[in-house]
């Protein structure tokens, strides 16, 4: 063999869930002066120089013969792809020839790449078809390489047993013990901590490995944890029985264990502030409905907190009446209030004798006394989410339409400023009047159709005819971002269609999907949008509680379902928050994977579904790209 083949290869910069992952694990390559052309070449790979180290193997390509010639493109071509440059890598790719007549190794890196630049353009199907080429030839690094490329691509296809087999065997090319395998055992759990759907243990392939089924069955024990707390145990000592000598036994258990144990050790006294009177009761009666089914799965268990109920109002007087007197009657903490008004009183004070866990949120950048936790449902949160997807989704272009009103300015608001952060352009926006009886002028002049009836008539007056026309559309729009209610969402989408746009994506948020069986979601057809698993599972722990509400309380369940969840998961926090005054690690809520902030505000990260043929479909999660370079400092380097 030919040349000094680069075996081990670094993982595209996309992954941002990798890099996470290996961040903790990463080896500092030792610097050596470079003896040669080619040696400088890795030297600058393992520095995070890209373009340096890609235009310097494409000079030695230059000048070399075959195969070493083919192997200097390919480092070319990887680098380029490492430097976030696919069209350079693919470039170089093109000059190959003859593929088929290159030894395994070299063959195996270039179908390598070709399925990371696919995947990075969101082509998981072709890039799939690239890793077909057998294992048996290939040294261990590429062995392992080809599965973790292939995992990846099926966490993209969303089917995670295929992605934990994947990833199970690729552990079998790596060394026992070392840091690789830990990163590998790492990737697979944080991989599943981040889905938020339901494995259905039942439905799992029967081919699975022991070890990819011991890996899912864990993660639905951990999943189901924070919805049926009092079944845990139970499962883990099963789990354990049948899977003694499974990698996750001794690091992955006895955390679940403690983390267990943290989110039942309960205040013993625990006061909740709502409106339960006036025009907020509903919502209010949701929240604490919610709470309650929350509290009932532990009440026999003699870790449940006594509850006290104290009617806040709705104004900041009544807030801080109703938190005093719930200091005065022994609360050890306190949920609520509901309202801005109430929240922003409670954070006004000096100090809080007694921690606070907030159902709402202080304007951006406004923090409470020590104690003060912000949690709720926040519109703003959803739509800075909604500029992630797209960018995630390879979306650099895109046009805004919002109401025109306070809430169409807040979305507005806070998509852009995320979407500029994340260097994406928004190209226009345009503003209808919410609940009105026509959206077309707004639909037309975003797209630039009125623009195009204007050449029309120029044109029609120049010639002194009528001519056949058809008006054409901005052509540089990749997407458009829609804010507003699900009714004015079923009158936007069918004329967005209408306008020549119907190839366009809409994004949008959870307040396109309304839980009603008498409406047509239809025509909502090829919107996406955020929302927490509370509403859009259909199977699983979360989905029977969410039925196990609505059954009990029917009348108020329609019109306020995700408080329900919010009150849930509220209840759920306590624990946390009172006994480390933090959450550590993300915890899979029925709102979304919450996790606390510096400035003690509770974020949710939320799940993605399509409307298709009216029914709302889970989207596969997706990760921001990182930054060229970030590879490099995260993961562990070959040696030249």
Same mark, same amino acid.
């Given at each position: ?29 030792? =610097?050596?002066?470079?003896?040669? %052309? ?66 395994? !190794? ?7 790449? +070709? ?5 990075? $353009? ?11 080429? &057998? ?67 039942? +439905? ?62 309960? &205040?013993? +006294? ?39 109920? *104290?009617?806040?109002?709705?104004? !900041? ?7 005093? +007197? ?13 309202? =801005? ?34 949690? $709720? ?17 390879? *979306? ?17 608001? !806070? ?14 926006? $345009? ?23 204007? %050449? ?27 804010? $507003?209610?699900?009714? @004015? ?7 967005? !269609? ?32 955020? @929302? ?18 609505? =059954? ?72 921001? &790209? ?15």
């Amino acid at each position: 063999m030919q040349g000094t083949p680069h075996f081990f290869r670094r993982s595209r910069p996309g992954l941002a869930l990798l890099l996470l992952v290996l961040a903790g694990c990463a080896v500092s390559p030792s =610097k050596q002066p470079p003896a040669s %052309r080619e040696a400088q070449a890795q030297q600058l790979l393992q520095e995070g120089k890209y373009p340096d180290a890609a235009a310097l193997y494409e000079a030695l390509a230059t000048g070399a013969q075959p195969p070493q010639q083919t192997e200097f493109l390919v480092s070319a071509a990887e680098a380029w792809s490492d430097a976030g440059n696919p069209q350079r890598s693919w470039t170089l790719l093109g000059k190959i020839r003859n593929e088929n007549t290159l030894y395994p !190794a070299l063959q195996a890196r270039i179908e390598i790449l +070709k399925a990371e630049l696919d995947l990075a $353009g969101h082509q998981p199907q072709a890039a799939l078809a690239h890793l077909r080429f &057998p294992l048996e030839p290939l040294p261990p690094e590429l062995k392992a390489e080809t599965a973790l490329v292939r995992g990846r691509i099926h966490v993209a296809l969303n089917d995670l047993p295929s992605a934990v087999q994947d990833w199970s065997e690729r552990e079998t090319y790596l060394a026992p013990g070392s840091t690789d395998a830990a990163a590998n055992e790492q990737l697979i759990w944080q991989t599943l901590s981040a889905s938020h759907a339901a494995i259905d243990l039942g +439905k799992l392939p029967a081919a699975l490995s022991p070890t990819a089924r011991g890996w899912l069955e864990l993660a639905d024990i951990a999943h189901n944890s924070w919805q049926q707390p009092d079944k845990f145990m139970a499962a883990i000592k099963d789990w354990e029985s049948r899977y003694p000598q499974h990698p996750a036994m001794a690091q992955l258990v006895p955390g679940l264990l403690a983390k267990q144990q943290a989110l039942t050790a309960f &205040p013993a +006294k625990v006061a909740v502030l709502l409106p339960l009177s006036g025009n907020l009761k509903d919502p209010a009666d949701a929240v604490r409905d919610g709470l309650l089914a929350a509290y009932f799965q532990l009440a026999d268990n003699g870790s449940a907190p006594a509850l006290s109920y *104290y009617d806040s109002g709705t104004d !900041a007087a009544g807030a801080q009446a109703a938190y005093q +007197k719930a200091v005065s009657d022994g609360a050890n903490m306190v949920i609520g209030p509901l309202t =801005k008004e109430g929240i922003a009183a409670l954070a006004n004070l000096p100090s809080l004798p007694v921690p606070v866990l907030a159902l709402n949120y202080l304007d951006a950048g406004k923090t409470g006394p020590a104690g003060f936790y912000q949690f $709720g449902l926040l519109p703003e949160g959803e739509a800075e989410q909604a500029a992630e997807r797209a960018v995630a989704e390879g *979306y650099t272009r895109g046009i805004a339409l919002v109401p025109s009103d306070d809430f169409g300015k807040r979305m507005l608001g !806070a998509f852009s400023a995320r979407y500029a952060e994340l260097g994406g352009t928004l190209l226009a926006t $345009g503003t209808y009047t919410p609940g009105g009886d026509t959206y077309a002028d707004a639909i037309q002049q975003l797209l630039n159709l009125d623009a195009s009836d204007d %050449r029309e008539e120029r044109l029609a007056d120049t010639l002194g005819k009528r001519l056949e026309f058809d008006p054409r559309r901005r052509q540089d729009v990749q997407f458009i971002f829609l804010a $507003g209610s699900a009714g @004015d969402a079923r009158q936007i989408q069918p004329q967005i !269609a209408y306008y020549h746009a119907d190839d366009v994506p809409v994004f949008s948020t959870s307040r396109v999907y309304e839980l009603s069986s008498n409406v047509d979601n239809t025509l909502l057809n090829g919107i996406s949008f955020d @929302d927490m698993p509370w509403t859009l599972l259909d199977s699983g722990s979360v989905a029977d509680i969410r039925d196990e509400v609505q =059954k009990d309380w029917p009348a108020n369940f329609a019109a306020n379902s995700r408080l329900y969840a919010l009150g849930f998961d509220a209840y759920r926090l306590l624990p946390l928050l009172y006994n480390t005054q933090t959450i550590g690690e993300p915890v899979q809520g029925v709102t979304g994977l919450l996790s606390l902030d510096a400035g003690r505000r509770v974020h949710r990260s939320l799940d993605w579904a399509s409307f298709d043929e009216g029914s709302a479909t889970l989207l596969p999660p997706l990760t921001l &790209p990182a930054p060229p370079g970030a590879v490099a400092a995260a993961t562990p380097q070959p040696k030249p």
